[in-house]
C-alpha cells in the first residue's frame, strides 16, 4: 500500500479550504513559521505575505497544521505496519488516505492492530474460524452441530490452553471470533457512531446521598447532540469525584438493526440466525457499546474543552488589557483574619515604600493600632489609591477601611481588586529576587498594587492558570492549556509593545524571539552598562543573535531616545524607508499625519515597499507612544453596598465583571460573593455567547433578581437596566 504524501503546499490547500482563506497567504505564513520566526512578528511586520491576517487567525492555522501533521505522521505510522504484515487492500488504501481525522483512521486500522489476549484471539488459537464462518455463511443445522460436535470430541492440543470442557464453550468461541469481528468494523462503528450522535440521551445518576454541588445530575438526562459544553465539564467531574454514574443510552433498535444488516439475519428459527443474534447482543454490549462510548464522551469533552480555552483565552486577554493606572502612589490590603491583613505601599514606578501587618478583625485590642496604621501610612506617603482584595475577609476589612476614611475625613478613592494569583507570586522565585528584603506573606499585598499600576507587568508574572479567569483549566489537557495561554500572554504584550529600559525579566520573556535566557540578559546588561540608547544596541547582548533582534527589535521601545522611531512599532529594518516616507509627505511625530492612499500606493510601487507596511508607518509615527489598553474602560467601581444581606430584590448596582464563562458572568458587587448574570440575562436579545456583551474588567450596571443568603447565590440581569 502506498501513502500519498503531503507537504507545506499541500497542507496549505486543506486548512485554506477548511477556514474559507488564500492558501497563498497560508502557505507563506507556514514558510515564514518554518524559519523560525514568530507569530506576533509574522503579524506585524510580514502583512503583506499573509494577507493582513490577524495574530488570532495565524495561531488558529498553526493549530490546524499541527493537527494536519499529526494526521499525516499516524497514516505513515499505520502504512507501514500494514506493508510490514503485507496487507494489500485498494480499498483500504484509499480510505485511510482520505481520513482526515485520527478516530478515522483508528477505526480503520482498527482490525489490524495488535491487540493483548481476548476471547476471539484465544477461540482463533482455539482453531475455532471454520465454526464462526459456518455460522456467519448460515451453513445447515446438521452441518453446524456435527462440525462443532467433531471439534469437541478431536480437540487439538494447545500450549498453555486447557480443552474446552463442553460443546456450549466450543460455540462460545466461535460466537467470540464472530462478535470481535463486527466490533472491528469500521463501517459498523461510523454508523452506531451517527446513531449516537443524533438519538442518544445522555443519563446520570447519583452514586451519594448526601447533598453535593453536582445535585442537579443526580437524576438527569439530556439528548447528546444539545449537550452545553459547561454541563458535560460539570458532569465529568462529579465523574471522577465518585458522585455521578454516567452513561450514553440507545433504543435497542437503533443499534440493533446495523449488527442485524450487517450479519444478514432474519430472524427466523434456524441455528445460525439463533447464534449471531447471541453475537449481535453480546457484540454490543460487551465490546461496541464501551468503545463508542467512550469515544463520544471523549468527543464532547474535547469540544468542551475546547470552548473552555477559547473562553478562557478571551478572558485572559481582557484581563491583561485592563488600563493601567500609573502616576499613583497606591496602598494595597491584602486581607486575612487570625493571620491578619497586610498592607503594602508602592511608589509611582512600583517601588515599595513601606509594608506591614494589621489586625483589624477579630482581635478588638489590636483594632485602633491597625487604624492609627493605616492613617500614618496614607498622610506620610501621600496615598492617592487604596487596593483592596476581594478574597477572604475583603468585606470585613472594606467596612473597617471606610471607618478610618469617614472617621478621618480621608478623602482617598478605592477599588476592590482580584486577588487570584497573588498568593501563588508570593511564593515564587520571581519574588524572591524583586523583593528579597520583604517577608514572604508581605509580597502579596505587593502584587495587589502593582496589579492596578499595570496589571500586564505584574500578571506576567504569574502562571496564567492562577490568573483567576478560566472554568475547569485544572481539568484540562495541561500542555495544551499553557501553549494557548502562553500564546494569549505573547499575543498581548506584543501588541501593547515593551519599554526595554523598564521592563522586567519576566515581561520581557514574552517579547517575539526573547526566550527567559536572553530576557535576564537584557536585563543584565542594563544594569551592568546602564540604559540602552538605541534598539541597535540589543546586538550586544548576550546570545541575542541576529534572527532574535530581527524578532524582537519593533516590540522593544525607548523611552526620549536619540532615534525618534526606537520609540515606535517601526522596524529598524524599515528605518531607511520610514525616513525617506516623513521627508516625501513632510510627516510630523506625533500629529495625525494624512497621506493619500493614491499617493502611498504609487510610493509603494517607486520604493518596492507594501502598502500595508507604509501605512502602518504613517500611523506609527503620528502616535507612536499609543497604547491600546486606553481604548479599554479604566479600572474604576463604585461601592454601593457591603454584605450580600444588603442587598435586595430590584436594586439597580454597579459592579465589574471578574470571570465570564459559557453560561453567563460573574459580577463583583463589593459583598465578597460574585453574583452571576445568567446567558439569558445579558441582553434584551438572544445571546449564543456571553463575550459577545461582556468581557473582563468592565463595569457594568446590574439590577438583583433573587438573593439566597444561606447558599450565597445572587442572581442578577442586564436587561433593562
Known amino acids: 500500500m502506498k501513502i500519498i504524501e503531503k507537504k507545506t503546499p499541500d497542507y496549505a490547500l486543506d486548512i485554506a479550504s477548511d477556514l474559507s482563506l488564500s492558501a497563498k497567504h497560508i502557505n507563506n505564513f507556514l514558510d515564514l513559521l518554518q524559519e523560525g520566526n514568530t507569530i506576533p512578528f509574522i503579524a506585524r511586520y510580514r502583512k503583506e505575505q499573509i494577507g493582513s491576517m490577524d495574530d488570532e487567525q495565524l495561531r488558529k492555522i498553526e493549530d490546524d497544521y499541527k493537527q494536519k501533521v499529526n494526521v499525516q505522521e499516524r497514516r505513515i505510522t499505520i502504512f507501514n505496519t500494514l506493508n510490514d504484515l503485507e496487507i494489500s487492500d485498494s ?36 482453531g475455532l474460524q471454520f465454526l464462526a464462518d459456518m455460522i ?70 447519583s452514586k451519594v ?43 435497542d433498535h437503533l443499534w440493533e438493526r446495523h449488527l442485524v444488516s450487517y450479519f444478514k439475519c432474519n430472524k427466523q428459527e434456524s441455528l445460525a440466525d439463533k447464534l449471531l443474534m447471541e453475537v449481535i447482543d453480546d457484540a454490543f454490549k460487551r465490546l461496541i457499546r464501551p468503545s463508542i462510548e467512550n469515544e463520544l464522551r471523549n468527543d464532547l469533552t474535547l469540544k468542551a474543552h475546547e470552548e473552555a480555552l477559547n473562553l478562557f483565552s478571551v478572558n485572559l486577554r481582557n484581563a491583561l488589557l485592563v488600563p493601567p493606572m500609573k502616576t499613583k502612589v497606591v496602598l494595597a490590603l491584602d486581607p486575612g483574619y487570625r493571620n491578619g491583613c497586610k498592607w503594602a505601599i508602592v511608589d509611582e514606578s512600583g517601588k515599595v515604600l513601606d ?41 470585613e476589612t472594606e467596612l473597617f477601611l471606610n471607618d478610618v476614611l469617614k472617621e478621618n475625613k480621608l478623602d482617598v478613592p478605592y477599588l476592590m481588586v482580584d486577588e487570584s494569583g497573588a498568593s501563588v507570586y508570593s511564593a515564587s522565585p520571581i519574588s524572591s529576587i524583586e523583593l528579597p528584603q520583604l517577608e514572604l506573606n508581605l509580597r502579596s499585598a505587593v502584587s495587589l498594587a502593582r496589579r492596578v499600576q499595570d496589571p500586564l507587568a505584574e500578571l506576567v508574572k504569574i502562571d496564567p492558570k492562577s490568573i483567576g479567569v478560566g472554568q475547569y483549566q485544572h481539568d484540562m489537557n495541561q500542555k495544551r492549556l499553557d501553549t494557548l495561554l502562553g500564546g494569549v500572554v505573547e499575543s498581548v504584550v506584543n501588541q501593547i509593545g515593551v519599554s526595554l529600559n523598564t521592563a522586567s525579566p519576566s515581561l520581557l520573556s514574552y517579547v517575539s524571539g526573547v526566550n527567559k535566557t536572553i530576557a535576564s540578559n537584557i536585563v543584565n546588561y ?8 538605541s534598539r541597535n544596541e540589543l546586538k550586544k547582548v548576550k546570545q541575542l543573535g541576529a534572527k532574535a533582534f530581527e524578532q524582537c527589535a519593533g516590540f522593544l521601545r525607548i523611552e526620549n531616545p536619540k532615534e525618534q522611531l ?60 499609543r497604547d491600546i489598553r486606553d481604548d479599554f474602560p479604566s479600572p474604576v467601581l463604585i461601592r454601593e453596598v457591603m454584605s450580600i444581606e444588603d442587598l435586595k430584590p430590584n436594586q ?41 456583551v461582556v468581557q473582563v474588567g468592565q463595569v457594568v450596571k446590574v439590577r438583583v433578581l433573587e438573593v439566597d443568603v444561606q447558599k450565597k447565590r445572587i442572581s442578577l440581569t442586564m436587561k433593562d437596566v
Not at 115 to 126: C, E, P, S, Y
Open 526 to 533: 542594563r544594569e551592568q552598562n546602564g540604559q540602552f540608547i
Open 136 to 205: 456467519k455463511d448460515k451453513a445447515s443445522d446438521s452441518d453446524i452441530n456435527q462440525s462443532a460436535k467433531e471439534y469437541f470430541e478431536n480437540q487439538p492440543e494447545i500450549e498453555n490452553l486447557k480443552k474446552l470442557e463442553t460443546i456450549e464453550d466450543v460455540f462460545l468461541g466461535a460466537k467470540d471470533i464472530l462478535a470481535q469481528e463486527v466490533s472491528d468494523n469500521a463501517d459498523i462503528r461510523n454508523a452506531l457512531k451517527r446513531e449516537y450522535s443524533k438519538h442518544g440521551l445522555i443519563k446520570t445518576v
Open 566 to 625: 526606537d520609540n515606535t512599532f517601526v522596524h529598524p529594518e524599515s528605518y531607511k524607508i520610514a525616513k525617506t516616507l516623513i521627508k516625501s509627505f513632510n510627516l510630523k511625530f506625533n500629529h495625525p499625519n494624512k497621506v493619500n492612499e493614491k499617493d502611498l500606493l504609487e510610493f509603494g510601487k517607486t520604493h518596492e515597499v507594501g502598502y500595508e507596511t507604509l501605512t502602518d508607518i504613517v500611523d506609527a509615527i503620528s502616535t507612536p507612544a
Open 91 to 126: 480499498e483500504l488504501e484509499e480510505k485511510i488516505n482520505k481520513a482526515t481525522t485520527l478516530s478515522e483512521l483508528e477505526d480503520l486500522y482498527r482490525p489490524y492492530r495488535p491487540k493483548r489476549q481476548t476471547r476471539a484471539g484465544v477461540a482463533i488459537k482455539r
Open 652 to 692: 439597580v448596582l454597579t459592579g465589574v465583571i471578574r470571570n465570564v464563562t459559557a453560561f453567563g458572568a460573574f459580577v463583583d458587587l463589593g459583598v465578597h460573593q460574585d453574583g452571576l448574570v445568567h446567558i439569558s440575562q445579558l441582553a434584551n436579545r438572544f445571546i449564543s455567547d456571553p463575550t459577545q
Open 355 to 395: 509594608a506591614g501587618l494589621i489586625f483589624p478583625i477579630l482581635f478588638e485590642n489590636r483594632l485602633q493600632t491597625a487604624k492609627d496604621t493605616v492613617i500614618r501610612v496614607i498622610k506620610e506617603q501621600n496615598v492617592e489609591l487604596i487596593v483592596l482584595g476581594n478574597g477572604t475577609a475583603s468585606r
Open 209 to 251: 446521598e448526601e447533598d453535593t454541588v453536582f445535585r442537579l445530575y443526580y437524576n438527569y438526562s439530556e439528548p447528546y447532540n444539545k449537550m452545553a459544553n459547561h454541563r458535560v465539564l460539570a458532569i465529568n467531574r462529579g465523574e471522577a469525584q465518585d458522585v455521578l454514574r454516567v452513561s450514553i443510552e440507545l433504543d
